[in-house]
């Protein structure tokens, strides 16, 4: 064989003549372990500090990162901390609430550079991020030098084929976190709890983006390092940070927190705890009674045989939209909520406690006494009400302990 023989070849299947497979097998792995990176170690370790990781895994994905991204823990750092400290407003580096789904999906990348290079972002929010001598004189020095070292080594490895098997790796992280997690993340999906932002869980089962699937869940309880809180739920990254601590290569410094029960008793300083704590799954517990009172309503209405009345349209508007949160309602939807209103009176019970119980932790001018008592008074209104899903939750809420 000649040497342009031999060169062909090369350029033809590289030095592993892989098949068809064995690329397609290699891509999956390589960018699944990017995803861990970005998950693992930017996000939840590095981001929100909600684990340490051990020398070991740290710097793998330090170096894993600079070949098959080119991102600076420091930018990255900075700007998603931006995202939460300023989330869906005009200062959000990436919301697409105020710049459009549209733009998050076609340009999410130019935005998170544009402000990773803003000196006061990297000043302000990217403290604590690594500073030794091979993140100053490698990784952030030389970003974009590790890429181009994972083009080589592809080409090397697959011949011309490696290119592609390259850009794919290279859109990976832009396409599903910047474009879907930044955007769809924020647009459309499920929510588990009205969270204070936009955010939604796109998927239950977090497979694919390392558990960024659970985006909700995840902006709700920022500091955790688990995503998935329900039990249909499925976050593949803590499956990894679990056996990184089983390595001794991790430990967990902060998981969503879970509402604890014990016997009924009155209301004191210690249910008040209880309640602000878990105030996010404490309201998606009363926003679940207000869906059940909907439903006896439309129960009441279908065996008076009217589903086509304009009570039945105003229930079934209130069932999809009384757990939201008022400024997430659509207006098409608040007169038909205020017709529900004045149809029930129960439900309309239900709803002015509901913002009742909300200045438990809303109000801040007021001692911790004064909340108690606040509390105590609510639960007897609630028990006395003779609504049965008030009076269960109130039951349930003096049976909370931190």
């Known amino acids: 064989m000649t040497i342009g ?48 990781l051990g020398p070991i895994p740290a710097h793998f994905f330090r170096f894993w990162l600079w070949l098959t991204t080119g ?18 407003t005009e200062e959000d580096p990436h919301s697409p609430q105020t710049r459009g789904l549209k733009a998050l999906l076609l340009t999410g990348v130019e935005l998170y550079r544009a402000e990773a290079k803003n000196p006061e972002t990297l000043k302000k929010y990217g403290l604590g991020t690594p500073d030794d001598w091979i993140e100053r004189n490698l990784y ?8 181009g070292l994972m083009l080589i080594i592809n080409l090397t490895l697959f011949g011309a084929i490696g290119a592609t098997i390259w850009a794919i790796q290279m859109a990976w992280i832009p396409v599903w976190a910047t ?48 995503f998935s809180v329900k039990p249909f739920e499925f976050d593949i990254g803590w499956g990894y940070i679990r056996a990184f ?41 009363y926003g679940r009674g207000l869906k059940a009172a909907c439903g006896e309503e439309l129960d009441k209405l279908k065996a008076q045989g009217k589903q086509h009345s304009a009570q039945w349209a105003q229930f079934k508007a209130a069932k999809a939209w009384l757990h939201r949160d008022a400024d997430r309602i659509p207006d098409e939807a608040l007169s038909q909520i205020a017709g529900a209103r004045a149809a029930s009176p129960a ?21 911790a006494e004064q909340l108690v008592s606040d509390l105590q008074a ?25």
């Open 245 to 285: 601590e089983m390595l001794g290569w991790a430990k967990v410094r902060k998981t969503a927190p879970k509402l604890r029960q014990g016997d009924i008793k009155p209301a004191d300083k210690q249910t008040l705890e209880a309640i602000i704590a878990n105030r996010y799954e404490v309201m998606a517990s």
């Open 140 to 147: 952030t020095r030389y970003s974009w030098q590790g890429v």
């Open 347 to 367: 439900l309309d019970k239900l709803l002015t406690m509901r913002e009742e119980l909300r200045q438990l932790w809303t109000r801040t001018n007021v001692s």
């Open 378 to 402: 609510w639960c007897r209104r609630a028990e006395e009400s003779g609504i049965a899903e008030l009076r269960a939750f109130s039951m349930n809420l003096r049976m909370a302990r931190v």
């Open 179 to 226: 474009g879907v997690i930044n955007g769809i993340g924020h647009f459309w999906g499920y929510r588990n709890f009205e969270a204070p932002d936009a955010s939604t869980n796109v998927s239950p089962w977090g497979i694919l983006i390392g558990g960024e699937e659970l985006h909700n869940n995840h902006h709700t309880y920022p500091t955790s390092a688990k």
């Open 5 to 52: 023989d031999g060169l062909v070849a090369w350029l033809s299947n590289g030095l592993l003549d892989a098949s068809a497979w064995q690329m397609v097998a290699y891509t999956l792995v390589v960018t699944h372990f990017t995803i861990l990176g970005v998950t693992i170690f930017l996000h939840r370790a590095q981001a929100h500090r909600a684990l340490d």
């Open 71 to 88: 991102m600076v823990t420091k930018e990255f750092v900075a700007v998603h901390r931006k995202h939460h400290a300023k989330c869906e």
